[in-house]
């Protein structure tokens, strides 16, 4: 049973993500015209969630050069992610070009961002402190919404039809068949 509430618990913040690709489009043509706007919010929201939610914390557990280490090794794993991708002829479907590159390494970063997350459940549920497990849902499908959009917006510009932009960040079975 404790599996089972575990799973859709992930599920859950799984959909999360999959809301933050709503409004990019419901926007329909006003989203092309919003894109620098949408980048900007999903930008200072997930920026002030890396920095309050993550960065001081670690701060605070771990020392300076443990911190700073992860922090460079996040670093470089997005410039080596950007260098593999660059240049290469990515496709998806008949979608093609710089814009189906910019997704795909998103979305890409994005998928392998998410499976700490689903350690950070898992973990919590299996603590003995009372609420962290509904604490840390919470937390990570707030901080989803905006990443749902982040990975939407290049979608969108790269012609990914709406249903293709939400069930990409919503289920992991959509995210294997959507990069190919």
Known sequence: MDVVLVALAGSATALATGLG???????????????????????????VASIVGLLLPALEEGSTGSVA???????????????????????VGRLRGAGVRRSVLVFAVLLVHSLPEGFAIGTAYASDTAGLGLFVILAIALQNVPEGTSVAIPMDAAGFSPRQQFWARSLP????????
């Open 69 to 91: 280490a992860g922090l460079a090794t996040g670093i470089v794993f997005l410039l080596v992610s950007r260098r593999l991708v660059k240049g290469r002829d990515v496709h």
């Open 21 to 47: 690709a709503l409004p990019v489009s419901r926007l329909g043509t006003r989203a092309e015209q919003l894109r620098p706007a949408l980048w900007g919010l999903t930008v200072g929201l997930m920026t």
């Open 173 to 180: 079975v959509s995210r294997s068949r959507l990069v190919r």
